[in-house]
C-alpha cells in the first residue's frame, strides 16, 4: 500500500517558467512533509519541508504547499532553472515515533533551454 | 555528503553470497536507516536504527539484517544475495526534528546480483 504517491513520473518544463510536482498521501498520520532532490549517482539531498500546521513554506524560488484536507502537497519552482533537472521526492513521516520518512515513487523533471 | 560516507561504492556479487554494506557517520547522530531505491518505487525502508543495538524493520526488510554496534556505524547485510536485491542502497543519519532538515543521505552503494 503507497502511502505517499508521485503520479507523474516526469515532468518537462521550459526554463524560465513554473514547474509543478504534485503528491499525495493517505495516512491521516502524517505530520511532517519534506521535498528531496536527487541527481544521478548521488544521495538524495533536502530542498524544502512544512509541518501539518502550515499550509505554505518558501524558501527563496521554492515553495511547497499543504492541502491537508485533501492530503495533498506541491513543490512550485520559480523561475525554473537547467539546474532544476533531477528527480524529485516527496517524503512524509509522524513526528511522533522513530521519526521514519515515507517516500513517494519520485518525478523526473527535466528544464529544457 | 561529508559527515556519512558507505562502502563500497558498487559491488557485483554472485547468488547465494552474503554481502554486507557499510555506513559510516561523524555526526553522532542517533538515528541510522537503510533504503533501497527501484524504479517505479522510489525509495523503501528496509531497517532503521534508533541507538546502539536498537534497531528495527523497515517495510522491506525480508533477506536482510542489519547491526549498530556503535554509533557511528550501521552495517547492513544480506544474508544469501538474490537477483531481487539488485539496487541502489542509501544510507540516511538523522539528529531528530529539530533541525527541521530531515536526513542527510549517504552517496550510495550500487549492487548488482549476478
Known amino acids: 500500500d503507497q502511502q505517499v504517491k508521485q503520479n507523474s513520473p516526469s515532468l518537462s518544463v521550459q526554463e524560465g517558467r513554473i514547474s509543478i510536482l504534485n503528491c499525495d498521501y493517505t495516512?491521516?498520520?502524517?505530520?511532517?512533509f519534506l521535498w528531496y532532490k536527487k541527481y544521478p549517482a548521488e544521495g538524495p539531498t533536502f530542498l524544502i519541508s512544512i509541518s501539518s500546521i502550515k499550509d505554505k513554506n518558501e524558501d527563496g524560488r521554492f515553495t511547497v504547499f499543504l492541502n491537508k484536507s485533501a492530503k495533498h502537497l506541491s513543490l512550485h519552482i520559480v523561475p525554473s532553472q537547467p539546474g532544476d533537472s533531477a528527480v524529485y521526492f516527496c517524503a512524509a513521516s509522524s513526528i511522533q515515533g522513530a521519526q521514519k520518512l515515507v517516500f513517494g515513487q519520485g518525478t523526473r523533471l527535466t528544464i529544457n533551454p | 555528503d561529508a559527515g556519512i560516507t558507505q562502502s563500497p561504492r558498487h559491488k557485483v556479487t554472485e547468488t547465494g553470497t552474503p554481502v554486507t554494506l557499510r555506513c559510516h557517520q561523524t555526526?553522532?547522530?542517533?538515528?541510522m536507516y537503510w533504503y533501497r531505491q527501484d524504479p517505479g518505487h522510489g525509495l523503501r525502508l528496509i531497517h532503521y536504527s534508533y541507538g546502539v543495538k536498537d534497531t528495527d524493520k523497515g517495510e522491506v526488510s525480508d533477506g536482510y539484517s542489519v547491526s549498530r554496534s556503535k554509533t557511528e556505524d550501521f552495517l547492513l547485510t544480506l544474508e544469501s544475495a538474490t537477483s531481487s536485491q539488485t539496487s541502489v542502497y542509501f544510507c540516511?543519519?538523522?539528529?531528530?526534528?529539530?533541525?527541521?532538515?530531515?536526513?542527510?543521505f549517504g552517496s550510495g552503494t550500487r549492487l548488482t546480483v549476478v
Open positions: 495516512n491521516s498520520m502524517f505530520d511532517y
Open positions: 555526526e553522532n547522530h542517533r538515528y
Open positions: 540516511a543519519i538523522s539528529g531528530g526534528w529539530g533541525s527541521s532538515y530531515g536526513y542527510t
